[in-house]
């Protein structure tokens, strides 16, 4: 391992710059269609890192925690307080239950699972929407915690409850923000991932942070701007596209397509 740009190990100036520019970009996709964001992110950062470093970097940084936060700060008015101390409780069961578990039902199965389920949600939204708020919103805190242990993208079921929910796309984009800072919160502490490792990461989160500030700024004029149909279709399609990511992903691992 070498010592790289601002003492960050293996990481010039150029992938420095570039992670920086891709922070700003996926947070602003992300304001913009609710979704999707955090995923790019980690498609990109693992073209660098190792999946020992990808995992705790990308949760800290999206920082998932980070990216998050200036997300809400932004858009804190909007946040439907109501829903969040369900799915807290139901977040942390959820983690606690995933971290004690290491053999059981296989990721591929998880993963079609979870693909065919995000499909049927965002289409077929009456079933998203069925139950109290706070029923709901624990039920799906604790499933996305469980299977997020062991699959990645798990926003992506999430997300459609959410936009069952609430009429507004303000509400639906920062709630789901909210939502998913808490779910890599209670992840962290399942992992313990809050170690010492990722000291000499710290510029680079910092820098990441800062951009993706930025992106979460430009993307809330924009989201504001942007008529409720179209961010309701745009939102549909980009999870679509990421539920069929997923069932890919399945396939791959079944060695039913190359990987």
Do not use: C
Not at 69 to 79: C, E, F
Not at 134 to 145: C, D, I, N, P, W
Not at 171 to 191: D, E, P, Q, R, Y
Not at 228 to 246: D, H, K, P, W, Y
Request: aromatic share 10%; net charge positive.
């Amino acid at each position: 391992m070498e010592t790289g740009f601002l003492g960050v190990p293996d990481v010039s100036v150029a992938i420095f710059s570039g992670l920086a520019a891709a922070s700003m970009v996926t947070s602003f996709i992300a304001t913009v269609t609710g979704a999707a964001g955090g995923l790019l992110l980690l498609d990109t950062m693992a073209l660098v890192f190792p999946p020992q470093i990808l995992i705790p970097l990308h949760t800290v940084t999206v920082a998932m925690l980070g990216d998050n936060v200036t997300r809400i700060a932004v858009l804190w008015r909007d946040v439907a307080r109501s829903a969040l101390l369900p799915f807290l409780i139901g977040s942390t069961l959820g983690a606690a239950a995933g971290g004690k578990i290491f053999v059981g039902l296989p990721t591929v199965t998880l993963q079609l699972i979870l693909g065919f389920s995000i499909i049927v949600f965002v289409w077929m939204p009456k079933i998203a929407n069925a139950g109290s708020l706070g029923g709901r919103f624990g039920v799906v805190g604790f499933a996305a915690s469980f299977v997020g242990i062991f699959v990645s993208a798990t926003g992506a079921l999430v997300a459609p409850f959410v936009a069952a929910a609430f009429d507004r796309r303000q509400n639906v984009v920062a709630t789901f923000s909210a939502a998913m800072g808490i779910f890599h919160l209670t992840k962290l502490i399942a992992f313990g991932l809050l170690g010492a490792a990722l000291v000499p990461y710290l510029p680079l989160m910092a820098a990441m942070l800062a951009t993706s500030a930025v992106g979460n700024v430009i993307g809330s004029r924009i989201l504001k701007r942007m008529p409720e149909r179209s961010f309701r279709r745009f939102f549909q399609i980009i999870l679509t596209l990421m539920a069929l990511r997923i069932l890919w992903m399945a396939a791959g691992n079944a060695g039913l397509v190359p990987t």
